[in-house]
């Protein structure tokens, strides 16, 4: 297998605090959450009634007004990200080879807004062959997972490998470690990778809150999300898109791109043990962590911020934490670690993305976003989560974790490029 270096030269981001880099790092940083009293419908007969939800977004600045009708939001946000990533790259799209050029786009779950709307449209028609008939010929094309992937292709013009993982809440990290690795091994010069959540429905939000996932701290929606806090109690249901665009080195050095960063560890784990619950003692995370140093050749030593998973469950922060002690010992205890969740919520499938970008700008800024919320400290969760205030440090290394029901874990870790 070749062995190319590749790097990080544009994000994008549609989020729950801002549509832009600039909006979500401020509020990453300064600690503004984007949670509040869900909007998009009622919540009263659920038992949370607090999410992280896309606010002031218009799909219009990215695509016709014939398209905003024909897809699912999720794909929307995975345009309107992929576009702005595009742009922040400073990459001259008519001096590429497309043929070289892919995408790589994540979901957890896809395109359900388009599911209930049509399921809804069919039930409430009494006649069952009028209703068949009234099943739009865009509900397929609408719902399935890789059509992000499909129609960022189709707006960039890239034709290379064009693939999407759905893996849960992993799944936009998955896409970006599996982007690396076409890179890597030289099938291509260019891909924009990253995940794209659109889940914020009755169905969605009703799903979560029957799996006692979802904080019931409704009284206080901008303190609901607290990840590693001793009173945690859930995580905010969050959505939005995270697109990366990743280059081999020389491919980005040769245009005189701005790098953000390098990307040079990718390691991924089955739990083999729940559904939803993480395996005991975070196992699945300790062995993506370690493959992921491995894989980038990083010692211990040399990480100066973990970005975590850290939901604002009770299970998730407990496992993550002690699988964080496993790999790194006594080192442990040094390192920062937060989790941006208590200002983004929980985007699923996109959250990895997001987060991934959050550590790309942790290392070209020297500015680690803090853990907001932590207010009382959890016996089984003593590490430095950064509580509640950014703190400037010069980063090096950085590492994001994902985990994903299903027990699918994966591990992303980021260089300074220094040449």
């Known amino acids: 297998m070749s062995n190319k270096r590749v790097v990080l030269t544009g994000v994008g981001l549609v989020t729950p605090v ?37 606010k002031d977004f218009d799909p219009t600045v990215y695509i016709n007004s014939k398209q905003v009708r024909r897809l699912d939001p999720f794909v929307k946000f995975a345009i309107a990200a992929a576009k702005m990533a595009v742009e922040d790259s400073g990459m001259d799209l008519s001096k590429i080879d497309h043929d070289r050029a892919g995408v790589y786009i994540g979901s957890g779950i896809g395109g359900l807004h388009t599911v209930e709307m049509e399921h809804a449209k069919y039930i409430r028609t009494e006649d069952e062959a009028r209703a068949a008939s009234r099943i739009s ?60 959540e659109a889940a914020i429905t009755k169905m969605g939000f009703g799903g979560f809150c029957a799996l006692k996932a979802l904080t019931t701290r409704n009284d206080d929606p901008e303190r609901a999300s607290r990840p590693f806090d001793r009173d945690r109690d859930g995580f905010a249901m969050g959505e939005g898109s995270g697109i990366v665009i990743l280059e081999e080195l020389e491919h980005a ?20 043990y729940h559904m939803t619950a993480p ?34 469950t009770q299970l998730n ?35 990895g993305a997001t987060e991934l970008i959050a550590c790309a700008k942790v290392i070209k800024h020297g500015i680690i976003p803090p853990t907001i919320n932590y207010e009382n400290p959890d016996p089984d969760c003593d590490l430095d989560y950064v509580p509640n205030t950014a703190r400037e440090q010069e980063v090096d290394v950085a590492m994001n974790n994902s985990l994903g029901f299903g027990g699918h874990n994966v591990t992303l870790v980021l260089k300074k490029f220094k040449g």
């Open 18 to 54: 801002g549509n832009n880099i600039k909006d979500y790092w401020e509020s990453l940083i300064n600690g503004r959450t984007g949670v509040s009293r869900l909007r998009a419908f009622d919540p009263t007969p659920f038992n949370s009634h607090v999410a992280a939800e896309v």
């Open 137 to 196: 010929p865009f509900l397929i094309p609408m719902l399935i997972v890789n059509m992000a992937s499909g129609v960022v292709s189709i707006e960039l013009g890239f034709k290379g490998p064009n693939s999407s993982a759905v893996t849960a809440c992993a799944a936009g990290s998955h896409s970006i470690g599996d982007a690396f690795r076409l890179i890597q091994r030289g099938d291509a010069d260019i891909m924009a990778a990253g995940g794209s």
């Open 253 to 272: 050095k040769k245009r005189g791109a701005e790098i953000y960063c390098e990307i040079v560890g990718y390691g991924m784990s089955g739990d083999a």
């Open 279 to 312: 395996a005991p003692g975070g196992d699945g995370a300790v062995r993506c962590m370690t493959l992921s140093l491995e894989d980038g050749k990083i010692n211990i030593s040399e990480v100066g911020y973990i970005n975590a998973h850290g939901t604002s």
């Open 317 to 351: 922060d407990a496992m993550e934490t002690a699988a964080i002690k496993k790999v790194f010992g006594d080192r442990a205890y040094k390192v920062p670690v937060s989790s941006t969740k208590g200002v983004t919520g929980h985007l699923l499938g996109a959250t």
